[in-house]
């Protein structure tokens, strides 16, 4: 939270310069608005973060053309907040206009552009429609496939969200064909007592479970455990779930 303060501190000194230097529809201006968007974004004040997105969003309009880049970020920015706040109809309306702007702005193979496939992914995953969210996760991963070198941790991300839909649908062993490859990525990509790390042991663990694999699991688990007592504070409540899901394991022996 500390850091969060310092940076809405330097941000918001930032804004007051800019304000009185630039003109009202500066780029700069809207680029500023648009990092204090990200921090109350990542502080979970969602309507603030909504404030700023939006007056970043009022001046890319005015002082870009339609199909910039920089205006789909905006519109994906938006986006975002409404699926952090749960308002996935929303979410998908700027998620959308985002990726209309990236498909005729962008190379077929850009990074953004799976970004923005990805993210309507999650909205439909979110929304329970798990088969609408596969077809989306899918051509984010065959553009991130082409993107990125083949150890890159977005990579593992494509594949855990994947592995995640067949999680949600019931079908552990096709979820775990996945997360075994995102796990493959992350040991290549992260340190070893990366958080992330911890939920690719622990997604695999959870998959054997559902499979009743539970001396598979087990392994799977305690690894995810023993990373995550050293890399979050002792009172993360994933310590205590990962603590719980062992325990289901070894009752299940």
């Known amino acids: 939270m500390g850091n969060y303060s310092k940076a809405l501190e330097f941000y918001e000194e930032a804004q007051k310069i800019y304000e009185k230097a630039l003109p009202p529809n500066h780029p700069d201006l809207a680029s500023c608005y648009g990092k204090n968007g990200v921090v109350y974004n990542a502080m979970r004040d969602y309507s603030k973060a909504l404030e700023f997105y939006k007056k970043s969003h009022k001046i890319y309009e005015k002082a870009l053309p339609p199909n910039h880049p920089d205006l789909a970020t905006s ?20 998620y959308e206009k985002a990726l209309k ?10 990074p953004d552009l799976a970004t ?5 992914g ?9 088969s609408k969210a596969l077809e989306l996760y899918e051509k984010d991963l065959a553009i ?4 990125l070198p083949p150890n890159h941790p977005d990579l593992a991300t494509s594949y855990n969200n994947i592995g995640q839909v067949y999680k949600d649908m019931g079908d552990y062993s096709k979820a775990l064909e996945f997360y075994e490859k995102d796990l493959e990525i992350t040991k290549i990509a992260l340190p070893p007592n990366h958080p992330d790390l911890a939920t690719s042991y622990n997604n695999i663990g959870m998959a054997h479970y559902g499979m009743n694999n539970y001396s598979k699991a087990l ?22 779930t990962t603590i719980d899901n062992i325990d289901h394991v070894k009752k299940k022996m």
């Open 75 to 94: 519109y994906s920015n938006i986006g975002q907040v409404h699926n952090n706040m749960g308002d996935y109809s929303k979410a998908l309306e700027f």
């Open 101 to 110: 702007i990236r498909e005729k702005a962008l190379p077929p193979n850009h």
């Open 116 to 120: 923005s496939y990805g993210n309507i």
């Open 122 to 130: 999650q909205v439909y995953k979110n929304m329970g429609d798990y």
């Open 144 to 147: 991130t496939k082409k993107a």
């Open 219 to 240: 392994p799977f688990l305690e690894n995810a455990l023993s990373i995550r007592r050293k890399s979050l504070p002792s009172t993360h409540p994933l310590i205590q």
